[in-house]
């Protein structure tokens, strides 16, 4: 599924599953879908999001889901096999693959959970407090 094109029939049954009646893809300029606006998501298509934004595949930021994360979501609703020690292995190997963008920016170190506990694993002292730069995961978030 996670390499399937969205063909009319997926593209519904996605649709329908992961949002509120009514919604839509936001096309790009090839008019293929490219993102679900997060208003549109219904609240457990959310906290999916939310769980895999900060612990799968990391993003800086929340306003939409991308056609691939939600095919990703979709899978895990729907109760589908999935391999995340592949899908986490290829998102580092694009991290380290990237280039800075036109503006410099370099995407961001991901998967700090991850890193840490292999240093720990490896015996490297972690400084204390390591320091929570993430906002809670409550109700307020859910609503936004």
């Known amino acids: 599924m996670l390499r399937t094109p969205l063909d009319e029939a997926i593209s519904a049954d996605l649709l329908n599953t992961l949002c509120l009646p009514g919604s839509e893809f936001h096309l790009g300029t090839k008019q293929q879908p490219k993102h679900i ?49 592949s899908l986490i292995s290829k998102e580092i190997h694009a991290i380290v693959k990237s280039q800075p963008s036109k503006s410099g920016m370099v995407r961001p170190l991901e998967f700090p959970g991850l890193i840490t506990g292999l240093c720990k694993a490896f015996g490297v002292v972690i400084p204390k407090p390591l320091t929570s730069i993430n906002r809670p995961i409550n109700q307020a978030y859910y609503n936004n």
């Open 37 to 85: 606006k997060r208003t549109h998501l219904k609240s457990l298509t959310r906290m999916w999001q939310a769980f895999l934004q900060y612990n799968i595949l990391p993003t800086t930021h929340s306003s939409n889901i991308t056609i691939p994360r939600a095919k990703l979501v979709y899978c895990i609703i729907q109760k589908r096999n999935l391999d995340l020690a």
